[in-house]
């Protein structure tokens, strides 16, 4: 008998790897933050002894998720502007307010009430782009949760940087002080190609390639960004950081609403990833991704939710269904997108676009033990023949009952184990009366 210290025994374990598959009463070994064993539920017991044995009969377990574009700190501005156009929304309603009440404060307050959002609905990992990403690093380290922190640039003086020198300066110095953390990882985040400058996005290519880390912007958003970029620069968004040489697999294109055929061709034989935000897309009615596409020519296609001011939520869960749906609304094929690979869309898929694959995003073992418990004995998920089918097109955020990062019992039984969410809820009101008295 070997010795381990969890072992979790559920009804279903859908292991992401292969990508179909779902595995009946079958067990999961834990020691040391990593994946020991997997196997039915027998043969594990007749091989491992655990200080600790979990026991979750009407549950499906998957890889946490992973939610490869947020704006945690905006969680502050759930509901503030609604039913905007984007630029509307950004220039009128949103820039202002950040200019008024970005700190460290803000960003932390922010941030928790995002990570307790995002660890009672299944995600274990998430890319974040914002300012003050130093205190995002450390409420992700002290919750627990892994995040993929934005070392973020923008061609205008913030309350974080006064010019591309303090941007950089500053993101490379958190960089270097979380290299060796088991939560924390970076990658650059240039915002957009509209609000970066050609040396801005050149220096953060040659830097990315020396750090060996991922860049993550927000590229072809809205039709009005392509126009405003012909306009200027006399081509396309892409074509430009194409011509910069930012058009490789280190890149996280996020949205990607208006693609052209020959553009979707250069993506894949560059090995770009594409962040797809299909709930924030629709809200700002900014366009279509064309998933389907990209996937037909083998574009890593992943999944964000984007902010809670643009979403509302951070709801991975949901994020996957809508992904589904609308994929086989755009493309006219029912067959676009099936369940396994919207639920590898917001898992292994992710996990490899930011530099994480070897830890996370499938349940085999060696990788870390970031697992999802999810109930599918309600109402909402009876009767059940396919426990795939019903995570992704019938399940709902409610339904996570636990969660384990790196091992570690982050939600149980859908209480927060790592962070005080009464806390959370005070902060978070205070800092609604403070913005809508303007105090």
Not at 25 to 35: E, T, V
Not at 219 to 229: F, M, W
Not at 244 to 270: F, K, W, Y
Not at 382 to 398: E, G
Request: with cysteine; net charge negative.
């Amino acid at each position: 008998m070997t010795s381990v210290d969890t072992i979790i025994t559920a009804r279903w374990v859908i292991p992401v790897e292969p990508d179909d598959g779902y595995l009946d009463h079958h067990s999961i070994a834990i020691d040391k933050g990593l994946i020991v064993a997997l196997g039915a539920s027998n043969d594990i017991a007749g091989h491992y002894r655990a200080d600790v044995n979990i026991d979750l009969a009407d549950h499906a377990i998957i890889p946490g998720l992973v939610n490869t574009h947020t704006h945690c700190a905006m969680s502050l501005f759930r509901g503030m502007a609604d039913d905007l156009p984007l630029n509307t929304w950004l220039t009128e309603h949103i820039w202002p307010t950040e200019m008024k009440w970005a700190s460290p404060e803000f960003v932390q307050d922010g941030s928790r009430l995002a990570i307790a959002e995002m660890l009672k609905g299944g995600t274990t990992c998430f890319a974040d782009m914002y300012f003050f990403p130093d205190v995002v690093a450390a409420v992700a380290e002290a919750a627990n949760i892994r995040a993929c922190i934005g070392l973020i640039m923008i061609d205008m003086p913030t309350a974080w940087a006064q010019n591309a020198e303090q941007y950089l300066e500053k993101g490379i110095a958190l960089h270097d002080q979380v290299r060796h953390s088991p939560w924390v990882s970076t990658l650059f985040a240039p915002h957009a190609p509209y609000t970066v400058s050609d040396a801005n996005l050149e220096r953060i290519r040659t830097l990315a390639d020396e750090l060996d880390i991922p860049i993550q912007m927000h590229v072809h958003e809205t039709a009005r960004e392509i126009d405003e970029s012909v306009a200027q620069h006399g081509c396309r968004p892409l074509e430009r950081i194409e011509r910069l040489g930012l058009i490789t697999p280190r890149l996280l294109a996020v949205h990607m609403t208006q693609l052209l055929d020959n553009e979707i061709q250069s993506l894949a034989e560059h090995g770009v990833t594409v962040v797809h935000c299909p709930e924030s897309n629709l809200k700002l009615a900014s366009g279509f991704c064309p998933v389907n596409q990209l996937m037909q020519q083998n574009v890593n296609v992943t999944l964000g939710t984007d902010g809670a001011a643009s979403n509302n939520d951070l709801d991975m869960l949901a994020e996957m269904r809508c992904a589904a749906l609308l994929a086989k609304g755009v493309s006219a094929d029912p067959t676009a997108v099936p369940a396994h690979t919207a639920l590898r869309m917001a898992t292994l898929n992710g996990a490899q676009a930011l530099g994480l694959g070897e830890q996370i995003g499938s349940l085999v073992p060696g990788k870390a033990a970031d697992l999802t418990a999810v109930n599918l004995s309600g109402l909402a998920t009876q009767p059940l023949y396919d426990p795939v089918s019903q995570l992704v097109y019938s399940a709902s955020r409610d339904q996570v009952s636990d969660v384990f990062v790196g091992g570690v019992h982050v939600i149980k039984n859908h209480q927060l184990m790592t962070m005080d969410e009464v806390e959370i809820l005070a902060s978070v009101q205070d800092w609604a009366e403070k913005i809508k008295s303007g105090f």
